[in-house]
Structures are given as C-alpha cells and as structure tokens.
C-alpha cells in the first residue's frame, strides 16, 4: 500500500508540470481537454485510496499539526470563496485539487513517519531530476517544438518541456529545484553516489540556464550561495557569486543572453510585469478582505491564470485574508526549517545539514521566482515542491529523525499521544 501512495505522489507531481494555459474561450467553449481528463481520473483515483486511510484518527489528527494545518485553513478558506466566486466550477475544482494535495501529504508523512525524511526527499529528487533530464533528452530529438522562440538569434531561445508541455520559465524553475536538491545530496555523496548526484546536478543546471528565465538563474545562484554557507563553505560560495555576477556584467556573450535582447528598461521592469501590478492592484483591492473568488478571479476578471505575482494571485482570490493565512504559513515553515538547520549546525551532524540544506534550498528557489510567477497559490509544479517541504516537516517534527534515537510515531501508535518534537 506504501508503494501506491508514493507512486500517486509522483504521479500527481508530474502531471502538476503540464503548464498550457488556456483563454477564457477555449476554457468555457471546452472545459475539459484529453490531458485535464486524465488529471480529474487520477486526482479521483487519489482522492478515493487517500479517504479510507483518512478515516483513521491519526490521518485526520496529523491533517490538523502545523503547517500543514495552515494549509489546510487556506484550503478552507479557498472553498468558502465559493459564496462569491465569478466562477464557481473554477473555484471548487482548484479548491478539491488542494483538499487531494492535503489528504496525500497527510498520508505519505504517516507512511514515513518510521522511515525519516531522508528517504522522501531522495525519492522526489531522483523523479524531479529525472524528468528535467527526460524533457533535455526530449529536445535534442525534437528541438523545433521544445524550444520557444522569440525574435531572432540564439539569444532568444527558451528551453520548455514537450511531455509534458511546459512553458520554459516554469521548466526554468522546476530545473533550478532539482537542481539544488542534487546539489545538497552532491556536497556528502561519496563513491559511485558522488558521480550520480554530480550527473544529476549538472544536467538539472544546464536545463536552468536553458530555459533562459532570469528568475529561476538568479532564484539558482542565490540557493547554492546559502547552501554552501550553511555547510560552513563561506570562500566557496564567494567565489561562485562573484563568478555569476561577473560573468553577467563583464562577458558580452553572457550578457547578450542574460538580456535576451532587450533594453534595460524592460529587463528592469521585469519585461514588463511591473508596469501591470499597479492596475491589477486597483481592480484586487475593490474587494480587500475576501477578494473576487479562488483562482477564478483573475481567470475571469484578467483572463488569465495568474497575475505573474504570488502574493497578488492570493489577493486576488483571497483578499488578505488568505495572504495573511499564507504569510503564516510561510513563516511556520521557515521557523521550522530555521530551528532543524541550527541544531543540525550545532551538532555537526552532516545527514540532518544535507536534508536542511535540500529544504532551503527548495524554499528560497520557489520564493525567488514566486516574484514573477503564480508560485504555489494553486495546486501545480511549484505547489507540489512546497508540499514536498511541508510533508518533510511534518516527518521531521514528529517521526523517526534518520540516525538519531529517540521517541517517534509509529504506523500503530495514535498521533494524539504526545511525542518529543525536533523543537522540544
């Protein structure tokens, strides 16, 4: 049963990379395509096997331990706008894709519960590097249709993903995650182990550099810098900021590409995204406190599926109500990140240093870009790396923490019984 829930989780996860938004019209003339029939069937399917386990009291009660709990009043909150929604289908079906992300994570943390966090991580980095790797591989077969083009010249060329389809700045992103997720494995790998990892990271950071979206370079030079910080790399990770930014400024290829031919004016104005915030701004905050509708807001009143700005997709939806939900949440993860980094640092302890430096680094990647994308406000890629994190520190506080003894869940024990947390 085990193997089942892991399998629905990397499969939900990669069916979460197919990223072809659709207009208003083709959404209203055609609600369901091929491909978001074949995500209801497996969200169904997912949803049916997550209940029964859920009916166990300690699913539910684990459902309701931060910050997954935070998540889980978000996603109450995304189900309440449906009073008002412009879009009630819209809302209620992106509102049951989460309540399903919810209902997963709570029953893959209790499977791990036992197993430790190290294990989960491994396996969502192995499958995330692996369909980066998948989609290069895919390019040099058929490059005329993994490659966008904009405008003239090699300087404009954008690597995205065929199967499953992606837009290159979230393929940029996603590469950028499993990028530093290898990375993080790489810095304590040893033997053959070494030479996997090495091959993972360079290939997860050669799809970063092609998918030619500034944000996921920059969310990528910014994530390794901190990692190496945090494992005491302090020279190291000096020299690679200094090496990207002069690379950037003082090699007039590199610029030529970091610019994509356009004006400073434009690269500045985030090619354009800032100039829109300010009016989307005024039409979001008519409705301040419980916004226009989960997700259907900016699809009806925009048409289009995000705003390129994490925080404004929430406003719009949600009103500050759900950005104030999702701060908190936000911040409840990186309390708990924060706390597992210091001890892991306090200790020396060189396994628990690897899987913080994973989750920041993961962390910092989806937040950078957050900046310019829809981020993790609706189930999709960036969402399902950020659950990713939140199922990790559900297993951290209170399973089983790899090579250290002490009292931990098991699958017979109820959850009610107090345990002693990694912040105890």
Not at 77 to 94: C, E, G, N, P, R
Request: net charge neutral; aromatic share 12%.
């Amino acid at each position: 049963m085990k193997i089942s829930f892991i399998i629905l989780w990397i499969i939900i996860f990669a069916i979460s990379m197919h990223t072809m938004p659709r207009t208003l019209d083709a959404l209203q003339s055609k609600p369901v395509d091929n491909f978001r029939l074949v995500r209801i069937i497996s969200m169904a399917i997912t949803a049916l096997l997550v209940a029964y386990p859920l009916f166990g009291l300690r699913y539910i009660e684990f459902a309701f331990r931060p910050p997954l709990s935070y998540l889980l009043l978000y996603n109450i909150l995304a189900f309440a706008s449906l009073i008002y929604s412009s879009s009630k289908v819209l809302t209620l079906w992106k509102s049951i894709e989460i309540l399903v992300d919810i209902g997963l994570s709570a029953t893959i943390g209790v499977i791990f519960l036992d197993e430790g966090v190290k294990k989960f991580l491994k396996i969502n980095t192995i499958f995330l590097c692996s369909m980066i790797i998948i989609m290069e591989i895919e390019a040099l077969i058929n490059p005329a249709f993994a490659f966008r083009w904009y405008g003239e010249g090699i300087f404009r060329m954008q690597l995205g993903g065929i199967l499953p389809y992606m837009n290159p700045s979230p393929f940029g992103y996603m590469a950028a995650v499993a990028s530093v997720m290898s990375f993080a494995s790489l810095l304590y790998a040893k033997g053959r182990q070494r030479l996997f990892y090495g091959v993972l990271f360079s290939l997860s950071a050669i799809g970063t550099i092609l998918s030619h979206s500034r944000t996921a370079m920059v969310a990528f030079v910014v994530a390794i810098v901190i990692i190496l910080i945090l494992n005491r790399k302090i020279f190291i990770s000096a020299v690679i900021l200094l090496l990207a930014i002069a690379t950037i400024f003082l090699i007039p290829q590199t610029k030529l590409y970091w610019m994509r031919q356009q004006d400073l004016d434009l690269v500045m104005n985030m090619t354009g995204r800032i100039s829109a915030w300010p009016l989307i701004w005024q039409t979001a905050k008519e409705s301040p406190i419980y916004g226009y509708g989960f997700y259907a807001a900016q699809r009806v009143i925009l048409n289009s599926d995000t705003t390129d700005n994490f925080f404004l997709d929430i406003f719009m939806g949600l009103g500050f109500l759900g950005v104030f939900t999702m701060i908190v949440l936000i911040l409840s993860v990186w309390r708990n990140m924060i706390i597992f980094a210091l001890n892991s640092f306090k200790m020396n302890n060189n396994l628990h240093l690897e899987i913080a430096s994973k989750l920041i680094g993961m962390i910092l990647v989806i937040s950078i870009t957050g900046l310019t994308t829809r981020g993790f406000s609706i189930h999709g890629e960036s969402f399902m790396a950020f659950i990713t994190i939140i199922t990790s520190i559900m297993i951290i506080r209170y399973g089983v923490i790899d090579d250290i003894e002490e009292e931990y869940l098991t699958l017979e024990e109820d959850l009610i019984t107090p345990v002693k947390t990694v912040e105890e």
